[in-house]
T-cell receptor, first 112, second 115 residues
Framework: AQSVTQLDSQVPVFEEAPVELRCNYS??????LFWYVQYPNQGLQLLLK??????LVKGINGFEAEFNKSQTSFHLRKPSVHISDTAEYFC??????????FGTGTQLKVEL | ETGVTQSPTHLIKTRGQQVTLRCSSQ?????VSWYQQALGQGPQFIFQ???????GRGNFPPRFSGLQFPNYSSELNVNALELDDSALYLC??????????????FGEGSWLTVV
C-alpha cells in the first residue's frame, strides 16, 4: 500500500518570505513523486515531478522540491512567495501506473 | 490550459438519481482517469480507462462506472446518488497505461451537489 502525508493543513506566510510545505510518503516500491497546485474553483496544475536522477527538482513559478529517500520525504520550497501563490498544494505519488495517490493538501495563505 | 475539458462544470442532483459526467482528453492521449475530490480532501482515484477498457479501479462501489470512446473521450456514470457523492470530479488524461515520465493533465472538474 502507498500513502502520502502532508503534515500541515494550513501554512500562513508573509509575502516575500520563504516557505516549505512538507510531504512524507510510504511505499514498498520505487515511486514517482509530484506536487500539484489547485487555485480556487480550478483543477490541478503540475508544479514539478521527481522521476529519477538529481534529487533537487525545479518546477514552475520558482518552486523546487528535494527528494530524500532515506527520510521518505519530498518537501516543496520557494525562497520568496507572492500573493498569487495563495492556493492549495497537493503532494502525490505513483508506483508506475497512472494512478496517483494524493495527500490531503496544504493550504498556503500568503499575507501582505 | 491543459487541453482536458469537462462538462458540465456544475450540477445539482437529487439523492437516488443518476448522473453522467463527460471528459475530452488532450489530443494524442489514450488514457483517462477519474478522481473524486470531496471538500477539504485530496483527490481519490476512481478508475482508469486505457484504449477503451477499464485498467485499474480504486475503492469505489460498482454504482460508479465509466466508458471510454474510440476518440478517447470518456464518461463517468454514478447511479443511485448519495449525499456523500457531493464532490468535485476530476478527469485526467495521459498517454500510455504506465507512467513513463509523461505528465498527467487534469481538467477543471465537474462540481456535483447531491441534495
Amino acid at each position: 500500500a502507498q500513502s502520502v502525508t502532508q503534515l500541515d493543513s494550513q501554512v500562513p506566510v508573509f509575502e516575500e518570505a520563504p516557505v516549505e510545505l512538507r510531504c512524507n510518503y510510504s511505499s514498498s516500491v520505487s515511486v514517482y513523486l509530484f506536487w500539484y497546485v489547485q487555485y480556487p474553483n480550478q483543477g490541478l496544475q503540475l508544479l514539478l515531478k521527481y522521476l529519477s536522477g538529481s534529487t533537487l527538482v525545479k518546477g514552475i513559478n520558482g518552486f523546487e522540491a528535494e527528494f530524500n529517500k532515506s527520510q521518505t520525504s519530498f518537501h516543496l520550497r520557494k525562497p520568496s512567495v507572492h500573493i498569487s501563490d495563495t492556493a492549495e498544494y497537493f503532494c502525490a505519488l505513483t508506483g508506475g501506473g497512472n494512478k496517483l495517490t494524493f495527500g490531503t493538501g496544504t493550504q498556503l495563505k500568503v499575507e501582505l | 490550459e491543459t487541453g482536458v475539458t469537462q462538462s458540465p462544470t456544475h450540477l445539482i442532483k437529487t439523492r437516488g438519481q443518476q448522473v453522467t459526467l463527460r471528459c475530452s482528453s488532450q489530443s494524442g492521449h489514450n488514457t483517462v482517469s477519474w478522481y473524486q475530490q470531496a471538500l477539504g480532501q485530496g483527490p481519490q482515484f476512481i478508475f482508469q480507462y486505457y484504449r477503451e477498457e477499464e485498467n485499474g479501479r480504486g475503492n469505489f462501489p460498482p454504482r460508479f462506472s465509466g466508458l471510454q470512446f474510440p476518440n478517447y473521450s470518456s464518461e463517468l456514470n454514478v447511479n443511485a446518488l448519495e449525499l456523500d457523492d457531493s464532490a468535485l470530479y476530476l478527469c485526467a488524461s495521459s498517454s500510455g497505461d504506465r507512467h513513463s515520465g509523461n505528465t498527467i493533465y487534469f481538467g477543471e472538474g465537474s462540481w456535483l451537489t447531491v441534495v
